[in-house]
């Protein structure tokens, strides 16, 4: 079987496989023949537990006591408001900078897909008992906040955060539908299957449109 390299900025502990912790520009991937693996979570969630783990590391950071303070004295729209005032970079679109770290969202998805699998962290497990059998992923316990960005699906603040870690999640469940649909094939297997077909379908039309060509010739010589 084939070794592993995982993109983890999820926190998963991963044994039996190579573990990067780094963002994608500083990613070193060192076995060409392993399969290149990133999970990419509900953005609501990773968000959240992003969250938790800032206000709840042992060394002093910056603004960690102003965001408990207001978190605990403010109502959660009030509090979601001031949290934007603060303009705290690492708090916008936290996964598409591992993908990117300009967070461009074009850029992040073009390397989101140069992974051999894009795996939803609701699918982990999934992707473990199909594919990497001898690997082991466990996910951290779910720990919770007073708040909650999701319960503020439709506010501008919230496109704010996570609008570009939202296209990126869509991105990762249709590619992970089309790996399931194919029989858990690699995606570049898969894309270059498609780019064939849609070569073969380029010629066709090229084809038939010379042939239009030709028989007009044919009527007006």
Same mark, same amino acid.
């Given at each position: 079987?084939?070794?592993?390299?995982?993109?983890?900025?999820?926190?998963?502990?991963?044994?039996?496989?190579?573990?990067?912790?780094?963002?994608?520009?500083?990613?070193?991937?060192?076995?060409?023949?392993?399969?290149?693996?990133?999970?990419?979570?509900?953005?609501?969630?990773?968000?959240?537990?992003?969250?938790?783990?800032? !206000?709840?590391?042992?060394?002093?950071?910056?603004? @960690?006591?102003?965001? #408990?303070?207001?978190?605990? /004295? $403010?109502?959660? &729209? %009030?509090?979601?408001?001031?949290?934007?005032?603060?303009?705290?970079?690492?708090?916008?679109?936290?996964?598409?900078?591992?993908?990117?770290?300009?967070?461009?969202?074009?850029?992040?998805?073009?390397?989101?897909?140069?992974?051999?699998?894009?795996?939803?962290?609701?699918?982990?497990?999934?992707?473990?008992?199909?594919?990497?059998?001898?690997?082991?992923?466990?996910?951290?316990?779910?720990?919770?906040?007073?708040?909650? !960005?999701?319960?503020?699906?439709?506010?501008?603040? @919230?496109?704010?955060? #996570?609008?570009?870690?939202? /296209? $990126?999640?869509? &991105? %990762?469940?249709?590619?992970?539908?089309?790996?399931?649909?194919?029989?858990?094939?690699?995606?570049?297997?898969?894309?270059?299957?498609?780019?064939?077909?849609?070569?073969?379908?380029?010629?066709?039309?090229?084809?038939?449109?010379?042939?239009?060509?030709?028989?007009?010739?044919?009527?007006?010589?």
């Amino acid at each position: 079987m084939k070794k592993i390299e995982i993109l983890n900025f999820q926190n998963l502990q991963i044994e039996q496989a190579k573990n990067i912790t780094q963002s994608f520009d500083q990613a070193k991937f060192g076995d060409e023949e392993a399969l290149t693996v990133v999970v990419v979570r509900n953005p609501y969630e990773y968000f959240d537990g992003m969250l938790f783990e800032y !206000l709840t590391r042992e060394k002093s950071i910056l603004f @960690t006591q102003d965001i #408990i303070d207001h978190m605990k /004295e $403010l109502d959660n &729209r %009030s509090f979601l408001k001031w949290l934007d005032g603060l303009n705290f970079v690492p708090f916008q679109n936290p996964q598409t900078f591992y993908l990117d770290i300009r967070k461009r969202l074009s850029k992040a998805i073009e390397n989101l897909e140069s992974f051999d699998y894009v795996v939803p962290y609701e699918a982990v497990d999934a992707f473990v008992k199909m594919l990497a059998p001898n690997i082991h992923i466990v996910k951290p316990k779910e720990k919770k906040l007073l708040f909650s !960005l999701s319960a503020f699906p439709e506010d501008p603040l @919230t496109e704010k955060f #996570i609008g570009k870690d939202n /296209e $990126l999640y869509r &991105r %990762s469940l249709e590619l992970w539908k089309v790996i399931e649909e194919n029989g858990y094939k690699t995606l570049p297997q898969l894309v270059g299957k498609k780019r064939i077909l849609e070569r073969k379908k380029e010629e066709k039309q090229q084809k038939e449109q010379a042939k239009k060509m030709q028989s007009h010739k044919g009527v007006t010589g």
